[in-house]
C-alpha cells in the first residue's frame, strides 16, 4: 500500500510530540521535588553524556580520515564533535559553579558517557550503577538491528539523538526560581536549537524516502517501546522523582496517546 510523506512526518511528529509531552511530566516532577543532591546527580551525569558524545564524534572523524573517507564527511563528524563540546563545557560550567570547588560525588560519573561506536554501551557504562540508562543505550542498538526494513533502522537511529531535544526543550521551560535554574534553563535553550535539526528537521527528510505502510508500522512500534524506555532513563538521571506508581501511570497514558502533547515536532514550538 502507498504512503504519503505527509502521513508519514504526521505520525512520527506526532508520536515525539506525546513523547516531549510525557517528558515534561518527569521534567515538572524534578522541578517540584528538587534538591541539592537532585541537581548535581542529573547535571554532573548529563555533563559525562555530552563529553562522552564529543568523544565518540571525535573518534569517528579519527577513523574516517585513517581511512580517508569524503573531506565533507570527516568535516561533519568534526562539526558534530564541536557541537557537543559546546553542550559538555555549558554543563560543565554550571557544574562547577554549583559545586563551588567542592569534589562531584556521583560515582564514576564519566562512564555514563561511554558509548560504543558500533552503538551500545561502552565498558564504562556501569549497568548496576545506571540500569535504565545502560537500558536504553543497549535497547537502541538491539532495536535497530533487529528491524526488518533498512528505512525503520535508519529512523531509529536518528531518533536516539532526534528525540534528545524533547528532553532539552522541556528543561528550558522549567520554572527559573532560582540562579541554578535561571543558568540551566539558559543553557538548555540554546542546546535544544542545536539539536533541533537532529529531531523535526530529520523527520521531515526520512519521510520523503518511505517505501510503504509496513515500514512505518514497524518504525513507529520500535519507537514507542525505545521512547518509555527513556523515560525511564531520564526519571533514573533526575533519582526518581516519579515514584514508581507515578512512573507506570506515565508510561500508560504514553501508550495508550493519553499525554497532552507539546507541538515540538508537529508545529515547530518556538524554543
Not at 59 to 67: L, N
Not at 241 to 269: C, H, M, N, W, Y
Request: proline share 4%; aromatic share 8%.
Amino acid at each position: 500500500m502507498s504512503i504519503t510523506a505527509r502521513t508519514v512526518q504526521g505520525e512520527l511528529a506526532g508520536l515525539m510530540d506525546s513523547f516531549t509531552g510525557a517528558i515534561n511530566r518527569v521534567g515538572l516532577a524534578y522541578a517540584e521535588r528538587r534538591n541539592r543532591e537532585r541537581d548535581i546527580h542529573w547535571l554532573a551525569l548529563q555533563t559525562a553524556k555530552e563529553f562522552g558524545a564529543m568523544v565518540l564524534h571525535s573518534r569517528i572523524m579519527i577513523r574516517k580520515a585513517r581511512e580517508m573517507d569524503s573531506l565533507e564527511s570527516i568535516r561533519k563528524s568534526s562539526t558534530d564533535s564541536y557541537e557537543e563540546a559546546e553542550h559538555y563545557w555549558g554543563y560543565r560550567t554550571i557544574l562547577d559553579w554549583y559545586l563551588k570547588g567542592q569534589p562531584c560525588e556521583v560515582p564514576e560519573m564519566w562512564g555514563y558517557g561511554d558509548f560504543h561506536e558500533a552503538g551500545g554501551p561502552g565498558p564504562g557504562l556501569k549497568q548496576s550503577l545506571w540500569p535504565e540508562h545502560y537500558g536504553y543505550i543497549d535497547l537502541a542498538r538491539r532495536l535497530a538491528a533487529e528491524c526488518r526494513s533498512p528505512w525503520a533502522q535508519q529512523v531509529i537511529r536518528s531518533n536516539r539523538e532526534g528525540a534528545a531535544v524533547c528532553f532539552h526543550y522541556v528543561l528550558s521551560k522549567l520554572p527559573a526560581t532560582d540562579e541554578f535554574m535561571q543558568r540551566v534553563t539558559r543553557h538548555e535553550r540554546s542546546v535544544a536549537e542545536d539539536e533541533l535539526h537532529h529531531g523535526p528537521e530529520l523527520i521531515e527528510e526520512l519521510s520523503r524516502t518511505i517505501q510503504s505502510a509496513e515500514e512505518l508500522e514497524e518504525a513507529i512500534g520500535k519507537l514507542t517501546i525505545l521512547r518509555m524506555q527513556e523515560l525511564r532513563q531520564r526519571n533514573e538521571q533526575f533519582l526518581h522523582p516519579l515514584t514508581p506508581a507515578e512512573l507506570a501511570e506515565l508510561e500508560r497514558d504514553f501508550r495508550q496517546k493519553k499525554v497532552e502533547p507539546i507541538p515540538l515536532f508537529s508545529a515547530g514550538v518556538a524554543i
